[in-house]
């Protein structure tokens, strides 16, 4: 397509930006976007800082129950996975068309894994009878049955984005198949990855927060 | 030329069907009026709903209805103006038709994502409305959803949780969507001040829904969870705390309040400069001012927390940012009033309905200040007088800037013109409707009637039935601005591309506007509005090039 252009009076000509295909607009969008999913982590973060402030000693207390081996294990897990799914972008970029799909493929498996580990923490947790509104744990402490409750909801939002990066990458994936993602064409490619450091990132800061406050 | 209504885009390529055309279709002229149709329904409904409270409310005792459907009305009545008419009203109706035609750009940055917006907003909307015919009724909360009673209520509070937060989140995509096009797609020489006015209200607006609407979404949910499992955070019984649900409530529904009235600002700054012949006055503190008080609104919540329990030093603090927040809004009033002075003021249909806005707006916002101020809102929180004092800014304002736009933009819009005595007319009636509505509740609520109660002591009885009357009066006046539209539609004549004179873009593509808005993009080395001797200075030929 030929670069459309405006004059003015002098008839000097410029660049016109269009909907169809602006790669820094797609870009923005997904930073804007972000932004949005920042302020909605924020909000548990703060309800989380609060609630800490008031029941320090129970939170800590509550957070040592939890397995901090399997959490940091989840941890280097995604440090991991945002490794290989930057180094896919990279690929990409340098044409390096298949490397980049197996190492997408990579980080979904990573990603699986790691819903594997959360979902068998869930279980342990809710076996012994820990889980929002279960008796046992309504018969606690309000700080134990606060600290729960944040657990399982930051916990329960961050997998959701988990198994959403995970759709995002498949989608991916089947575009480079189909010739949507190609080496000059990358944006859609771009910005799953950035979904993902975010999704990273969220982790980095839950873990510390959930797991080795009462270490 | 072939208008949008012949041709358009859909998400699936062509279709034979005329209706799939429209619900598919990603053109922002055809979304915008999807919007509309299904807003003004809303609307509709929901003075409905309102008519039926001031039946009820002519005498004092109970006549028409139960006082538990009156709760739910109220919050039927509230649910539907706020989050399914006025919030998305003006940015997804009137925005998302004008904003590309005034930067000079084809559509939005991203079209489908924005039948993404329409259809999730159609979801939420068919959500909301379900809870009123299934379960144990609509929701009786009103549509603050204050916890824990929103936890304990038998009502159908779920589902009206639920679509609150699907429509927040075509909010925010709307939101995003605006400030990509924004950003991205003004015209080449366009900069962020030749941008036209309304242009800056959307952009302060879209902000807003970009990072306050994710904090009333995670917190709806996080009511959802407290209902359905029982996490603790808002449930007192668990530890849990319900002021800090009231926090983040208003840390997002008070920049709600801007997010309504920033695009009937927008509104306003067009609708002077054409109808007084004169560019506006101050063109650089309007707009600075808009995103002035999308950041300062972030900071006033607390006022609406002075009775609910929070530390002094914090009301001292809140009731002096709530102050701030007065001075760019009146910085834009003197703009307004210094344009109108000395300008050869066009008292037509449009012109009445923002003249009337301003005086509106003008009481609600001096009646803000005096529930702003620490001392009188404990006498007069949660009586009549804040009911009153809201349904002028909102009513009063943003709603009549809403229908000004209609009425300046519907030439562009449908290529016709409406009937301008009909026009007038309505606007007669429903401007001394409404003071005739609301003034007699600020009395009333300053003799201390507490607001959403179905009944009241018989002194206040003059007041209410007053009331009672200017609510049928609006009514009247509303169906006549319906009628003056659908007769103009049928039977009005023909408007050509600028019959108001106007200065921006939009004013200068055939009206209707093709598919694509602009066969060629515009140079834009103008201010957006520029008079000489009462006429528009710039003129552009057929290829958008500068003659003048
Ligand atoms: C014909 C126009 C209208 C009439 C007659 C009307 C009437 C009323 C009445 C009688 C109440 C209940 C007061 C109480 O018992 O506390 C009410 C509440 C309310 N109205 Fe309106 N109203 C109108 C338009 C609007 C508009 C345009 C909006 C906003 C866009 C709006 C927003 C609200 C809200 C948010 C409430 C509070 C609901 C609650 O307490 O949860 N109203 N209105
Ligand atoms: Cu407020």
Not at chain 2, 185 to 193: H, I, Q, T, V
Not at chain 2, 264 to 286: N, Q
Not at chain 2, 441 to 456: E, Q, S
């Amino acid at each position: 397509m030929e670069q459309e252009m405006a004059y003015d009076r002098q008839g000097k000509s410029y660049p016109v930006a269009d909907f169809k295909d602006d790669y820094s607009g797609d870009k923005l969008g997904f930073w804007v976007f972000l932004l949005t999913e920042g302020m909605m982590f924020g909000v548990l973060f703060l309800l989380y800082g609060i609630y800490f402030y008031r029941h320090t000693a129970m939170f800590a207390s509550s957070s040592a129950d939890l397995n901090i081996w399997l959490g940091g294990t989840n941890t280097v897990l995604l440090l991991i996975s945002t490794y290989t799914m930057g180094v896919a972008t990279l690929m990409m970029r340098q044409g390096k068309v298949k490397l980049s799909a197996t190492l997408v493929g990579l980080t979904i498996f990573i990603a699986i894994v790691f819903l594997g580990i959360k979902a068998s923490e869930w279980g342990v947790d809710i076996s012994h009878g820990i889980y929002p509104g279960s008796k046992l744990l309504d018969a606690k402490d309000t700080g134990e049955i606060l600290f729960f409750g944040l657990y399982f909801v930051m916990t329960g939002l961050h997998g959701l984005h988990v198994i959403i990066g995970i759709a995002l990458m498949s989608w991916v994936l089947l575009l480079m198949r189909s010739g949507g993602i190609r080496p000059e064409h990358t944006i859609v490619m771009k910005n799953t990855t950035l979904y993902w450091d975010f999704v990273h990132l969220i982790w980095i800061v839950l873990f510390p927060l959930l797991y080795m406050i009462g270490a | 030329m072939p208008s949008f209504y012949h041709e358009t885009h859909t998400i699936f390529g062509t279709h034979k069907s005329k209706i799939l055309q429209w619900i598919f279709s990603i053109d922002h002229k055809r979304i915008a009026i999807l919007y509309i149709g299904v807003l003004f329904t809303l609307f509709f409904c929901a003075v409905g709903a309102a008519l039926t409270m001031r039946a009820e409310l002519f005498f004092p005792g109970q006549q028409l209805i139960q006082a538990q459907t009156y709760n739910q009305l109220f919050t039927f009545h509230g649910v539907t103006m706020i989050f399914l008419f006025i919030v998305p009203g003006i940015a997804a109706a009137l925005g998302n038709f004008i904003l590309p035609l005034m930067l000079g750009a084809r559509d939005l940055s991203f079209p489908r994502l924005n039948l993404l917006s329409w259809w999730l907003y159609i979801l939420g909307v068919v959500i909301a409305l379900s809870s009123l015919v299934t379960g144990a009724g609509f929701a009786d909360t009103g549509w603050t959803f204050y916890a824990p009673y929103s936890i304990r209520t038998d009502s159908h509070v779920l589902s009206t949780l639920i679509a609150a937060f699907i429509l927040g989140l075509s909010s925010i995509l709307t939101g995003l969507n605006f400030v990509v096009t924004i950003h991205r797609l003004r015209a080449p020489g366009m900069d962020f001040f030749k941008m036209p006015l309304f242009v800056w209200g959307l952009y302060a607006t879209a902000w807003i829904q970009v990072l306050a609407t994710p904090v009333i979404g995670i917190t709806l949910i996080l009511v959802i969870l407290e209902r359905t499992l029982g996490i603790g955070v808002f449930d007192p019984s668990k530890g849990g705390d319900p002021i800090l649900f009231e926090h983040l409530f208003w840390i997002y529904s008070h920049p709600a309040v801007y997010l309504m009235i920033l695009p009937g600002f927008g509104i306003i700054s067009e609708v002077l400069p054409v109808f007084t012949r004169r560019t506006i006055f101050g063109y650089r503190s309007i707009a600075i001012s808009s995103a002035s008080i999308a950041g300062i609104g972030y900071l006033v919540w607390g006022h609406h927390m002075f009775t609910s329990g929070i530390s002094d030093i914090a009301r001292l603090i809140f009731s002096f940012l709530t102050f701030l927040v007065a001075i760019p809004t009146g910085v834009k009033i003197f703009d307004w009033l210094a344009t109108l002075y000395k300008g050869s003021i066009v008292l037509a249909t449009p012109m009445l309905w923002i003249l009337g806005s301003i005086i509106n707006f003008t009481v609600g916002g001096l009646t803000g200040l005096t529930l702003g101020a620490l001392g009188p809102d404990i006498h007069l929180h949660d009586t009549y007088f804040v009911v009153a004092h809201f349904h002028y800014t909102i009513l009063g304002g943003v709603v009549f800037m809403f229908i000004g736009g209609m009425h300046y933009w519907y030439p562009k819009i449908t290529g016709a013109m409406y009937d301008e005595v009909k026009g007038r007319v309505a606007f007669g009636l429903v401007f001394v409707g409404f003071n005739m509505l609301w003034f007699p509740m600020f009395i009333a609520g300053f003799l201390g009637n507490p607001r959403r109660y179905f009944d009241y002591l018989p002194t206040f009885t003059i007041y209410h039935q007053l009331s009672g009357i200017g609510a049928l009066l609006v009514a009247l006046g509303l169906l006549l601005v319906l009628y003056t539209f659908y007769k103009g539609l049928k039977e009005g004549k023909e408007a050509g591309p600028n019959p108001w004179r106007g200065t921006t873009l939009e004013w200068h593509i055939p009206s209707p506007p093709p598919l694509e808005n602009f066969s060629k993009i515009p140079y834009v080395d103008f201010d957006p509005y520029e008079y000489e001797d009462g006429e528009p200075l710039v003129q552009l030929d057929e290829n958008f090039r500068r003659i003048r």
